[in-house]
């Protein structure tokens, strides 16, 4: 049976889908390792490159939602779209949705924690973002767990939306992944 793919995202669509993707597993993985070392000057070091990377990440998303806003995503093959059960599509809805939703609450929560905990944020080791929130001990403590439920929601549900894109890929051979792939594709 051969399938038509359906028309894909823009170029710059794709690669800001994928410098994302990089970046928040990246990210994802770092901090998981990097609280898990003793306190130390090389830990602290790599608490500042994780916040650098928070706030790179939301730049990133602030630009991949801006652009989204202002470019349409194509849609899912009408045969596509009328083979999924509703709740596939309430799915595939409500798990973009929220990812979008955390890309930035997550870094913000992140950003909020540090300045309340009285550790500014210099990007790069150059610019000094202003404070998120004003130092205050007890809100740091309630945000730091805020900041690691949503990373841990996070990573849940970029880990589901790579398993429906490789169900798509490996079960349906739907050519649906087609569509967000770099390069071009037949």
Request: charged share 10%; net charge positive; hydrophobic share 55%.
């Amino acid at each position: 049976m051969s399938v038509t793919p359906s028309p894909r995202y823009t170029t710059t669509a794709i690669a800001l889908h994928w410098l994302l993707a990089v970046a928040l597993l990246g990210l994802l993985a770092f901090g998981w390792y990097m609280v898990g070392l003793p306190f130390s000057p090389t830990k602290l070091k790599y608490y500042n490159w994780h916040k650098w990377a928070g706030v790179t990440i939301l730049v990133l998303s602030a630009l991949r939602l801006l652009w989204r806003l202002t470019h349409r995503p194509p849609a899912l093959p009408a045969r596509m779209a009328a083979a999924m059960p509703r709740g596939q599509h309430v799915a595939h809805h409500g798990v973009h949705h929220l990812l979008y939703v955390l890309f930035f609450a997550v870094p913000l929560l992140g950003w909020a924690y540090s300045s309340a905990a009285g550790f500014p944020i210099v990007w790069l080791g150059m610019w000094q973002l202003p404070d998120f929130v004003s130092p205050s001990p007890e809100l740091a403590e309630a945000l730091k767990p805020w900041h690691m439920i949503a990373a841990y929601t996070l990573a849940a549900l970029v880990a589901l939306h790579i398993a429906a894109a490789l169900k798509h890929q490996l079960i349906d051979r739907d050519a649906l992944l087609r569509r967000m792939w770099p390069g071009r594709t037949a």
